[in-house]
């Protein structure tokens, strides 16, 4: 009897590597309130409009654009799934901490530490010195 074979050269979901542009995610069209960068977090508003999220933001984090935009602006946002954030090398996080907003620096994320709260958008992926991967969607 032949010898069979179990083989997936084109990675997991047809992905071998992880990048902004690559990997399992959900994406969404928003309108923006005001300046977008990419690479940051941003929170839907009341009126169903994003803005940044900004340092002391309470509000819905719901995604990281991976467009940037002005005012009036459709802006990709990631939803759901991977994404390249946005990191300052000053900022703490390693591969496998969970993920809250930086109360430091608008849009970026930080390490959750030992604080867990509803405020955990997601899981890093994996780290440099200036951005991370994270898979967005895990709320605490």
Known sequence: MAEKQLNNPTGAFGYTGLSNNLGP??????????TITSGKL???????TI???ATSS???VCGVAIESG????LVQ???????EVTKLSSETVASGDLLIPSTATAGNVVSAGTTVSNAVCGVAVTV?????????????
């Open 58 to 60: 309470t509000a819905l």
């Open 128 to 140: 440099t010195s200036t951005s991370v991967t994270m898979w967005f969607g895990l709320r605490g």
């Open 42 to 48: 941003v929170v839907l508003g009341s009126a169903g």
């Open 25 to 34: 995610r959900t994406t969404h069209s928003f309108v923006a309130a005001g």
């Open 70 to 73: 002005v005012s009036g602006d």
């Open 51 to 53: 803005t940044q999220a």
């Open 77 to 83: 946002v990631v939803t759901y799934g991977l994404v």
